[in-house]
């Protein structure tokens, strides 16, 4: 039997980020793997970049733990390259910046089409801080991609500012699972569920600030799970102010691909963070799908996804006091909650892992 690839059949190298550790960008590498190996026309071939670390240890900044292992991807990468069709890199800033202009340069000799899909959302303030030489070096090597996949608009915008036309706005999804058990809702009370990082600038300190404030001005009593690892870096505040809150309590982790039905199980979802590297996060997305409001802050590109009064309420960043007015205007208001749920349900369409993925197969394999 032949093992030559038929016509019809694209090979498509994906170098990016899996599970384990957990992360956004590793769940979203998955979901695409997952999503592309429903179609029959289209084989993958896989270069994890997970890191071997501790999640819950910083992971920003350089170690010689990163630099070997990207070094040791370059062997697996051009042995994959002469049979592959075309290349999607998922990158963060270090990566994108040492690491693509070779994967770029190597692609360009073999003659391969080339797709960067930067992690998170923060590559234009990274291009900012650079140094001007370096800077104008790097924007050269994302000009020469065939398309800067940008999970916002607010990125896209930047980056064809930056002078690269080849930015392409492709949103963040979620898989949404075919049923979802909704949890009724209960007027005498409001459950709220954290589900991120516990790291400082997720803002879980910021929440249970918030709910201390709401402890005392609410009639309605208040409860908030915490769910996901939690990072070295806030272990002993985060555990011991969450000690001061009856209504509070730290849940675990949550198994992967459980977002959309564990959301489900409450009426509403806060998020109040401050991330730099935040772009369409992946927990908003969720509860799109769970039909769930949202309470998230107004930073960097959330605002694409939450309409401040439709599909939830969105406050400053660290500002305990008006996060608190806008849980006691969830739990005082659950026609609003309602309401806003139903509006998130359908702002979710556009946010499906089928719908986004399709966008990107044909963004790719178009142009060959």
Known sequence: MSNRKSKTEKKLIIVGPVP??????SLTVQAIIDEISKYPEIKLSI???????????????????????????LPKYLWKLKEGDAVLVFANNLFAI???????????????????????????????????????????????????????????????????????????????????????PDEKMLRLIFLAHIMRSKGPLVLLEA??????????????????????????DFLMKLEEIQTAQYCGIADPGCGVSLI????????????????????????????VPVIS?????????????????????QDSKTLADAIRKMALNPSMREKMGQKNAVRGEEFRTEEVVAQLTNTIFQLI
């Open 211 to 236: 709910l201390k404030l709401v402890s005392k001005t609410c009639e309605i009593p208040v409860y908030c799970d915490f769910y996901g690892p939690i990072h070295h870096e806030i272990h002993d």
């Open 98 to 184: 040492m690491v693509v202009p070779a994967f770029l340069l190597f692609a360009r000799i073999f003659r391969k089409p080339f797709y960067l899909k930067p992690v998170g959302g923060d590559l234009d303030l990274f291009i900012e801080s650079l140094w001007r030489p370096i800077r104008e070096l790097f924007l050269s090597t994302l000009r020469a991609v065939d398309g800067i996949l940008a999970q916002t608009k607010l990125l896209q915008e930047s980056l064809i500012k930056f002078g690269c036309p080849n930015a392409i706005y492709l949103p963040g999804f979620r898989t949404k699972p075919p049923q979802i058990e909704q949890a009724k």
């Open 297 to 317: 802050t107004k930073h960097r590109s959330i605002p694409e996804l939450v309409t401040d009064g439709v599909n939830g309420i969105l406050v400053p960043t």
């Open 47 to 73: 270069i994890n970049t997970s890191p071997t670390r501790d999640i819950r240890k910083k992971m920003t900044g350089f170690n010689v733990e990163k630099v070997w292992r990207m070094i040791s991807m």
């Open 20 to 25: 384990p550790p957990l992360g956004g960008s």
């Open 264 to 291: 489900a199980n409450y009426d509403a979802l806060v998020l109040p963070t401050y991330f730099i590297c935040e772009g369409h996060t992946g927990v908003l997305i969720e509860a799109m799908h769970a039909s």
